[in-house]
C-alpha cells in the first residue's frame, strides 16, 4: 500500500465548524449519547451521534460553535443516521471536552 504523506493526509479529512441548533438524548446508545443537529450552512443540516453527556447538558450545546469532521460518510448509530464526528479531546478523567473556535465564524467554514 502507498503511503501518503502527511500534509496531503491531513488535506483528505474535510473539518468544517457548525453550529448546534437541536440536541435530543441517544436512549437507544450502548453509551451515553446525545442527538445533535448541526448547521454546517452552505453544506446544509447535518446529524451526529456524540459521546459527550458527561460534561455538556442539552440545552448548554444550544448556539454552540463545533468542529466537525464532514467527509467520512454516514454512520447508523443506535438507529440514529450520524452523518458527521464531532471533535473533543478527552480530559484528566476522560470526559470528551468539545473542540471549538474563539469567535463567531461563517458555518461551513473549513479548518486549514
Do not use: H
Amino acid at each position: 500500500m502507498e503511503e501518503i504523506p502527511p500534509l496531503e493526509a491531513f488535506s483528505l479529512l474535510d473539518l468544517r465548524v457548525g453550529k448546534i441548533t437541536k440536541v435530543e438524548e441517544n436512549s437507544k446508545a450502548r453509551k451515553p449519547a446525545y442527538k445533535l443537529w448541526i448547521d454546517f450552512g452552505p453544506l446544509g443540516m447535518k446529524q451526529s451521534s456524540a459521546q459527550i453527556t458527561q460534561l455538556y447538558q442539552p440545552k448548554d450545546l444550544i448556539d454552540r460553535l463545533v468542529i466537525a469532521a464532514v467527509n467520512l460518510g454516514t454512520r447508523k448509530i443506535a438507529g440514529f443516521k450520524s452523518e458527521v464526528l464531532v471533535l473533543g479531546v478527552p480530559d484528566e478523567e476522560n470526559r470528551v471536552v468539545l473542540l471549538s473556535v474563539e469567535r463567531e465564524i461563517p458555518l461551513g467554514g473549513k479548518v486549514y
